[in-house]
């Protein structure tokens, strides 16, 4: 249903009668202006402004891995110790959110074979090995007392920390890269 309407959109949008193609224009602009004004009354300039700026980023890192990167380059440089307005049980940083946000997204283009090839490195084995007695000695610690959420946190961080080793050989293989 929704790429039908997709399409239908794509039509008007498209269209070669000029007058149908300018006003299905001028009604999304109408559209995202209403949405612009309504997130501004509600949320304020400020917020507004950030939440477009968030949207815009997720849609990148969304679509390539590369973006993922220089958002989490952009991020450990301006905003390391940022943290969300909310509570997950912990207050996740924008470095947490970035960070997971690529691995997620490297992995699924993966998993899904938009990334052709895996890529390892002459210190893969290594840092796969020490990534494994990682989790291997969490898994053993956990058992004899229970871990906090902050015990939690800091561990899915060195995890996270760790991947990012693959991510970046996977990602960064040319010197223009």
């Known amino acids: 249903?929704?790429?039908?309407?997709?399409?239908?959109?794509?039509?008007?949008?498209?269209?070669s009668d000029r007058r149908v193609s300018?006003?299905?224009?001028?009604a999304l602009l109408?559209?995202?202006?209403?949405?612009v004004a309504v997130a501004i009354a509600v949320l304020g300039p400020a917020l507004a402004?950030?939440?477009?700026?968030g949207l815009i980023a997720a849609v990148l890192v969304l679509r390539s891995a590369q973006w993922?990167?220089?958002?989490?380059i952009f991020v450990a440089c301006l905003l390391p110790f940022a943290a969300m307005p909310f509570r997950l049980?912990?207050?996740p940083t924008f470095l947490d959110i970035a960070l997971a946000a690529l691995?997620?997204?490297?992995?699924v283009g993966l998993i899904t074979g938009q990334e052709r090839r895996f890529v390892g490195s002459p210190m893969g084995l290594a840092v796969a090995i020490f990534l494994f007695l990682v989790v291997f000695s969490f898994a053993l610690g956990s058992s004899n007392a229970q871990p906090s959420v902050t015990t939690i946190r800091?561990?899915?961080?060195?995890?996270?920390?760790?991947?990012?080793?693959?991510?970046?050989?996977?990602i960064v293989r040319e010197q223009a890269d």
């Open 30 to 35: 109408v559209a995202a202006a209403a949405l």
């Open 68 to 72: 993922g990167l220089v958002f989490v």
């Open 89 to 91: 049980g912990f207050k």
């Open 154 to 170: 800091r561990f899915a961080e060195v995890v996270g920390g760790v991947l990012m080793f693959f991510v970046v050989v996977n």
């Open 1 to 15: 249903m929704a790429t039908g309407v997709l399409s239908q959109f794509q039509r008007l949008l498209f269209n």
């Open 103 to 107: 691995v997620f997204v490297w992995a």
């Open 49 to 53: 402004v950030m939440l477009g700026f």
């Open 22 to 26: 300018r006003a299905t224009m001028a």
